[in-house]
């Protein structure tokens, strides 16, 4: 059974920094891309990072240069390292695996930027 719980939320003011983490259970963690997804109220679901297995690492646009995704295999374990945080990032912010094209969620993280 596929298990994600994602950790390191909280507020945080603009322009200061938060690292997130997902750990994986349940598969082999190794063998998939991850991905981190963020909604906000209001407003659909949206795709911020990707790492593939291999290690390469895709970005939305509002994040580029200021968000990192990176993976520990050996601890089955993404992480997204936010830096420059704005208001507008503020979201939940949820783990996700495909497999088989089945989507599978963690129970997400909440990020608030607010001075």
């Known amino acids: 059974q596929v298990h994600l719980v994602e950790s390191g939320g909280g507020l945080v003011q603009p322009g200061g920094s938060l690292s997130l983490s997902c750990a994986a259970s349940?598969?082999?963690?190794?063998?998939?891309?991850m991905n981190w997804y963020r909604q906000a109220p209001g407003l659909q679901r949206e795709l911020v990072a990707a790492?593939?297995?291999?290690?390469?690492?895709n970005y939305a646009d509002s994040v580029k240069d200021r968000f990192t995704i990176s993976r520990d295999n050996a601890k089955n374990t993404v992480y997204l390292q936010m830096n420059s945080l704005k208001p507008e990032d503020t979201a939940v912010y949820y783990c996700?695996?495909?497999?088989?094209?089945?989507?599978?969620w963690g129970q997400g993280t909440q990020v608030t930027v607010s001075s």
């Open positions: 996700n695996i495909k497999i088989w094209k089945i989507d599978f």
């Open positions: 790492i593939t297995r291999g290690g390469s690492s």
């Open positions: 349940g598969i082999s963690f190794s063998d998939y891309d």
